[in-house]
């Protein structure tokens, strides 16, 4: 899987829109762009993934870059319980072998009242 | 999204006994479960791929006689921390693929906190 790099924190005031970036650069042409977030002591939580196309759902929404070497999640309207680590994680999607997620270090996403 | 449950959330156990951590997918089935080990302040990190009916496949490092690893059927895995220690104690979660998804989605459980003392 494709290596993605993210800033290690960041901060978004209470009610403002987060953007996280990341890049994966060396991603191939099969490769999904998935995201994750983990709260403190819980198990991931998936948020969203996309392929070529910018994406959209209750959560938040997924600009990929046209070259798809980098890559933004947006939350429109943070909230304090958005608080976590997010993670970008690439990966090949098919029917056959084991396609795991390999996590990186993520970003400490702080939302600030 | 789909929903993926381990059991139990939090267990302790004396140095030298086995504990068994089941994953459950609850509305779906899943051929391809995922086991991690979690660390305070550390990231994810992927100890072995359960298949359906065949054996596991384990990750650089991890034991596999210490981490029995069963996936018996479409909705269940287990892991079996055998003659456990003090440093197996870690945050353990399960994972399963949604092959209904574009993508196949990988969900989640809620973890489970091991405490060996």
């Known amino acids: 899987d494709a290596k993605t790099t993210q800033p290690t924190s960041m901060d978004c005031a209470e009610g403002r829109a987060a953007n996280l970036p990341c890049n994966h650069s060396t991603i191939s042409g099969n490769e999904y762009v998935y995201w994750y977030r983990q709260i403190h002591s819980q198990g991931p939580q998936y948020i969203i993934h996309g392929l070529k196309n910018n994406e959209t759902n209750e959560m938040a929404s997924l600009i990929i870059t046209e070259d798809r070497k980098s890559s933004t999640l947006i939350l429109p309207h943070a909230t304090l319980r958005d608080t976590a680590v997010y993670y970008c994680i690439v990966r090949f999607s098919t029917n056959f072998g084991n396609e795991k997620l390999t996590f990186g270090t993520g970003t400490r996403l702080t939302i600030i009242p | 999204g789909a929903v993926v449950s381990q059991h139990p959330s939090w267990v302790i156990c004396k140095s030298g006994t086995s504990v068994k951590i089941e994953c459950r997918s609850l509305?779906?089935?899943?051929?391809?479960m995922f086991w991690y080990r979690q660390f305070p302040k550390q990231s994810l990190m992927l100890m072995a791929t359960s298949n359906e009916g065949s054996k596991a496949t384990y990750e650089q490092g991890v034991e596999k006689d210490k981490f029995l690893i069963n996936h018996a059927s479409l909705t269940l895995s287990t892991l079996t921390v055998t003659s456990a220690h003090p440093e197996d104690s870690s945050f353990y979660i399960c994972?399963?693929?949604?092959?209904?998804?574009?993508?196949?989605?990988?969900?989640f459980g809620e973890g489970s906190w091991l405490t060996v003392v």
């Open positions: 994972s399963a693929r949604d092959r209904r998804t574009i993508g196949n989605t990988i969900y």
């Open positions: 509305d779906f089935q899943a051929t391809t």
